[in-house]
């Protein structure tokens, strides 16, 4: 009779194991997340710049707002800016980093949206060393022969190439690349005479530092942001495009400019 009663203590204390496990295990499941591995580089300001240990910036906020409403984990890895691009293999990895949309990079990746069509190739200059034309612009004939900090791998980079090699406003010019804006700007007067960057991060560069001067380059067209996501990733890109399509009818990368346009710390 005590036997009886033994196993089926046991077998109950079995079936309390067994329910325990199931238990911990599916909230095990729930808390495990998939990734979104965001690809950034973090010296562009206002778009992603680190503040203390973290890197922030509208991209950041927008990786933030895409992370949320697909209910994934996000991971943000800051690299080299020309690695980006021809870095994203994964399904669960997105380029955000300011990325203009040029028919050579959708060879490579697939694009969203554009969610930042107001920026064009500006020049960071000692105070006073250029003089802007009528329209508050520099020509690029002023330019010529000078040696031009450019991030390497941008399309500020690729102007200032291609144009060099076909003779055109920055005839005579020679690019110097460096790892970011920031580092080039830091070079003024040392290792180059001016540096070619984005509009917004050329402003926010020149705004911290008393020294510098930013203004627009002559004879350039505009360029638009977009996120870049793995070639043939319709799901994703299309879930990216409609995130973005709502955050822009929101107004909230307007917002989110606007509290990220001091971004540099001093
Ligand atoms: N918009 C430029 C490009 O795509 C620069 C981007 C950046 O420096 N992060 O090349």
Same mark, same amino acid.
């Given at each position: 009779?005590?036997?009886?009663?033994?196993?089926?203590?046991?077998?109950?204390?079995?079936?309390?194991?067994?329910?325990?496990?199931?238990?911990?295990?599916?909230?095990?499941?729930?808390?495990?997340?998939? +990734?979104?591995?965001?690809?950034?580089?973090?010296?562009?300001?206002?778009?992603?710049?680190?503040?203390?240990?973290?890197?922030?910036?509208?991209?950041?906020?927008?990786?933030?707002?895409?992370?949320?409403?697909?209910?994934?984990?996000?991971?943000?890895?800051? +690299?080299?800016?020309?690695?980006?691009?021809?870095?994203?293999?994964?399904?669960?990895?997105?380029?955000?980093?300011?990325?203009?949309?040029?028919?050579?990079?959708?060879?490579?990746?697939?694009?969203? %949206?554009?969610?930042?069509?107001?920026?064009?190739?500006?020049?960071?200059?000692?105070?006073?060393?250029?003089?802007?034309?009528?329209?508050?612009?520099?020509?690029?004939?002023?330019?010529?022969?000078?040696?031009?900090?450019?991030?390497?791998?941008?399309?500020?980079?690729? %102007?200032?190439? +291609?144009?060099?090699?076909?003779?055109?406003?920055?005839?005579?010019?020679?690019?110097?690349?460096?790892?970011?804006?920031?580092?080039?700007?830091?070079? %003024?007067?040392?290792?180059?005479?001016?540096?070619?960057?984005?509009?917004?991060?050329?402003?926010?560069?020149?705004?911290?530092?008393?020294?510098?001067?930013?203004?627009?380059?002559?004879?350039?067209?505009?360029?638009?942001?977009?996120?870049?996501?793995?070639?043939?990733?319709?799901?994703?890109?299309?879930?990216?495009?409609?995130?973005?399509?709502?955050?822009?009818?929101?107004?909230?990368?307007?917002?989110?400019?606007?509290?990220?346009?001091?971004?540099?710390?001093?």
């Amino acid at each position: 009779f005590l036997e009886v009663i033994m196993k089926k203590i046991l077998v109950i204390l079995l079936i309390i194991v067994f329910a325990c496990s199931l238990f911990v295990l599916s909230a095990c499941e729930k808390d495990k997340k998939t +990734v979104l591995y965001v690809y950034t580089e973090s010296g562009f300001p206002p778009f992603e710049y680190s503040k203390g240990d973290e890197i922030v910036g509208v991209d950041i906020e927008i990786a933030k707002a895409i992370a949320k409403e697909l209910g994934m984990e996000l991971v943000v890895r800051d +690299v080299m800016f020309d690695s980006i691009v021809s870095g994203i293999n994964e399904d669960n990895a997105i380029g955000l980093a300011g990325i203009t949309i040029t028919p050579d990079r959708e060879q490579a990746v697939d694009f969203s %949206i554009p969610y930042f069509g107001d920026a064009i190739q500006y020049v960071i200059y000692p105070k006073g060393a250029l003089e802007l034309n009528d329209e508050l612009m520099i020509e690029g004939d002023l330019l010529k022969n000078k040696v031009l900090g450019v991030q390497t791998g941008t399309t500020g980079d690729n %102007i200032v190439q +291609v144009e060099v090699k076909e003779g055109g406003l920055f005839a005579g010019a020679t690019a110097k690349g460096y790892d970011n804006a920031l580092i080039a700007a830091d070079d %003024i007067g040392s290792g180059c005479d001016y540096v070619v960057i984005d509009r917004l991060t050329a402003l926010q560069i020149a705004a911290a530092n008393n020294n510098l001067e930013a203004s627009q380059i002559a004879g350039l067209d505009a360029e638009s942001y977009g996120i870049a996501v793995k070639k043939g990733n319709k799901v994703l890109l299309n879930a990216i495009n409609w995130i973005l399509h709502n955050l822009l009818e929101e107004g909230k990368i307007d917002q989110w400019l606007e509290e990220h346009s001091e971004s540099i710390e001093e």
